[in-house]
């Protein structure tokens, strides 16, 4: 297949069933797996759409200054297509960023504004998007995407992945799991499932720690899922369940997906694997479950996939996230 540029790169990424880590012999776990797009997660969706957009609405004009507050996927994502399209781009991190996130927003030609205060929890989320708030208001020609309450975010899902997973199974899936962060993605993706195939189920999958769907606020080092506030783009009426993951259980799945399956995968894929495993677990047999994975795990080499990072923020692997899983 040969394509025009990068950006038609963006979408139909590869469906794959699990064989090792399920147990039951009658239910299928299939994962979506997003880090096959050309920035490396479902974000780059998101990324063209809303620019896309702001282009037609007249928001960014030609040579202006996209700024936006992200923990790294979206970041990267805006970095490819504003530097394809002509734009400046300034992402807005913080020092919770892993040293491979940084470098790839550079060398996408992106600059870097480094945010130091963090609430009481250890959160920098406030303070990321006050300052991105601040620096739209202040830079001339500067446009501000606002990923949290932008509903581009969630139609970007809805007009591609949702559309691809209904064209792979059409009515033949039980349950959808979806990770949870600025809730564009199980936004999207659950508003247009639940039209082509209206017997779906959706599970939202948020970190411990998180207060997304009301949890109390905590320590988390997953990146990309949970969040510090409820994000506007969360619509309360299509998700079915929600279920809880910890770093820790979710770290575990995330290296087991390499060890036994050949997936090399971030953490929230783990977490969105691991809160599958749990809901086969607790269905009848028989059923059909499909987990977003929403990034890869190269991005993770010095976190996540470090013994030496585990244990500076102790963090301990159980030996199994529930009794039916074993450890090779
Ligand atoms: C690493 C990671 N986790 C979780 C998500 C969840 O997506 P959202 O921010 O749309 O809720 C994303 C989105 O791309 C992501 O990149």
Redesign the pocket.
């Known amino acids: 297949m040969i394509y025009e540029n990068a950006l038609e790169l963006i979408g139909n990424t590869p469906v794959v069933k699990l064989k090792h880590l399920v147990q039951s012999e009658n239910s299928e776990l299939f994962v979506k797996l997003?880090g096959f797009n050309p920035g490396g997660?479902?974000?780059d969706r998101?990324a063209k759409r809303i620019i896309e957009f702001a282009e037609k609405n007249g928001q960014l004009k030609p040579n202006g200054t996209i700024v936006e507050s992200s923990?790294?996927?979206?970041a990267i994502g805006l970095a490819m297509v504003a530097k394809m399209k002509g734009y400046k781009m300034i992402c807005v991190v913080d020092p919770k960023i892993s040293k491979v996130n940084l470098n790839l927003i550079k060398a996408f030609g992106a600059q870097v504004h480094m945010v130091e205060k963090a609430d009481e929890h250890g959160n920098y989320l406030k303070t990321r998007l006050a300052t991105a708030q601040l620096l739209e208001r202040t830079i001339e020609g500067a446009y501000w995407p606002n990923?949290y309450n932008n509903p581009e975010?969630?139609r970007a899902?809805m007009e591609s992945l949702a559309r691809e997973i209904h064209s792979d199974f059409q009515d033949t899936l039980d349950w959808i799991v979806?990770?949870?962060?600025?809730?564009?993605?199980?936004?999207?993706v659950a508003a247009e499932m639940k039209k082509l195939s209206p017997s779906v189920k959706i599970l939202a999958v948020d970190a411990v720690g998180s207060v997304i769907f009301g949890g109390q606020p905590g320590p988390r080092r997953l990146?990309?899922?949970g969040n510090a506030i409820v994000?506007g783009?969360l619509d309360k009426s299509l998700y079915d369940d929600v279920s809880y993951v910890n770093d820790a259980d979710a770290f575990y799945i995330t290296r087991q997906l390499v060890l036994q399956e050949g997936l090399l995968v971030?953490?929230?894929?783990g977490a969105a694997v691991c809160a599958a495993l749990r809901l086969l677990d607790d269905l009848a047999e028989g059923q059909r479950v499909l987990a977003i994975l929403?990034?890869r795990g190269d991005r993770y080499y010095s976190t996540i996939f470090s013994d030496e990072w585990m244990s500076q923020h102790d963090i301990t692997l159980p030996t199994s996230i529930y009794k039916s899983i074993s450890i090779n």
């Open positions: 997003e997660s479902s974000k998101v923990s790294g996927n979206l990923q975010n969630p899902y979806c990770p949870v962060g600025t809730a564009g993605l199980i936004t999207g990146l990309g899922i994000p783009n971030g953490g929230s894929s929403p990034d």
